[in-house]
């Protein structure tokens, strides 16, 4: 699998970050949720999976410069809303 970065409301390039696959999904970088509070609100957590916070900011702005630029993919034969 290659990914490429999308963006990152982080400096530095720290976390949390969104990159595209070229299997047409999103991977998040993130520091794992923790909070008791939050993981009990959560359903059908498989093993191995976990729970990343990412502010609403990221992902709005991600969203826009997809749907502002239909090339916005990096994998050819790929458009960012495929999936």
Do not use: H, K, N
């Not at 520091?31 to 957590?45: G, M, N, P, S, V």
């Amino acid at each position: 699998m290659r990914m490429r970065f999308l963006g990152s409301t982080s400096e530095a390039g720290a976390c949390p970050t969104l990159y595209e696959t070229d299997r047409g999904t999103i991977v998040v970088q993130g520091l794992r949720l923790t909070d008791a509070e939050a993981l009990a609100d959560l359903r059908d957590i498989l093993d191995g999976e976990t729970a990343v916070e990412v502010p609403r900011e990221l992902l709005t702005e991600i969203a826009r410069q997809v749907l502002r630029d239909d090339s916005a993919t990096a994998f050819p034969g790929r458009s960012p809303a495929s999936g």
